[in-house]
T-cell receptor, first 117, second 112 residues
Framework: GAVVSQHPSRVICKSGTSVKIECRSL??????MFWYRQFPKQSLMLMAT?????????EQGVEKDKFLINHASLTLSTLTVTSAHPEDSSFYIC?????????????FGPGTRLLVL | RKEVEQDPGPFNVPEGATVAFNCTYS??????FFWYRQDCRKEPKLLMS???SGNEDGRFTAQLNRASQYISLLIRDSKLSDSATYLC?????????????FGQGTILTVHP
């Protein structure tokens, strides 16, 4: 199956710093990637849609200036959490859409655990 | 009301048992439906798509009732390795290209 990687897998940072998370589709090109967040004992919540070559589309309630998304190539999207605070501590998961003919399948990365102290 | 609702469980069943999970969705325009499995501290992985005619994959059977906006997953002959959180996932389709809405998940623990 298709492979999506994320880096780093885990990060601990001080409050006020910025953290960049990378999402890569390793064996296919993805014009669309998604960023999700999952708090403990809760489900995945879509944060934004990352579109290669254009601006990301953010879900209601997600601050675009705080969560910067860059989809510079067909295999890489980055999410930067700016001025991170403890309440941003969460499990961040990306997914990439693989299109084969008329079929679209979403593949998830392994996730990044962010802990803001 | 949540867009996708599931009974969070937990379900604790012995090996070999049959267990069923239910899910309801609120948007009648939803087009695609899936069950994902998420192991502890891991990413979700697609278990199976759900079709109106019902579909089966080994010990797993999924059903969709569009009129009732209801989805189910049946697991027969449970194995210890089936222990996980099962996520009901809905895709609205149309202009919401690729966007998936996840239920909160149902926790399953299979014990010896």
């Amino acid at each position: 199956g298709a492979v999506v990687s994320q880096h780093p897998s885990r990060v601990i940072c001080k409050s006020g710093t910025s953290v960049k998370i990378e999402c890569r589709s390793l064996d296919f090109q993805a014009t669309t990637m998604f960023w999700y967040r999952q708090f403990p004992k809760q489900s995945l919540m879509l944060m934004a849609t990352s579109n290669e070559g254009s601006k990301a589309t953010y879900e209601q309630g997600v601050e675009k200036d705080k969560f910067l998304i860059n989809h510079a190539s067909l295999t890489l999207s980055t999410l930067t959490v700016t001025s991170a605070h403890p309440e941003d501590s969460s499990f961040y998961i990306c997914s990439a859409v693989r299109t084969s003919g008329s079929q679209e399948t979403q593949y998830f990365g392994p996730g990044t655990r962010l802990l803001v102290l | 009301r949540k867009e996708v609702e599931q009974d969070p469980g937990p379900f604790n069943v012995p090996e070999g048992a049959t267990v069923a999970f239910n899910c309801t969705y609120s948007n009648s325009a939803s087009q695609s439906f899936f069950w994902y499995r998420q192991d502890c501290r891991k990413e979700p992985k697609l278990l199976m798509s759900v079709y109106s005619s019902g579909n089966e994959d080994g010990r797993f059977t999924a059903q969709l009732n569009r009129a009732s906006q209801y989805i189910s997953l049946l697991i027969r002959d449970s194995k210890l390795s089936d222990s996980a959180t099962y996520l009901c996932v809905v895709h609205k389709g149309g202009t919401s290209y690729g966007k998936l809405t996840f239920g909160q998940g149902t926790i399953l623990t299979v014990h010896p």
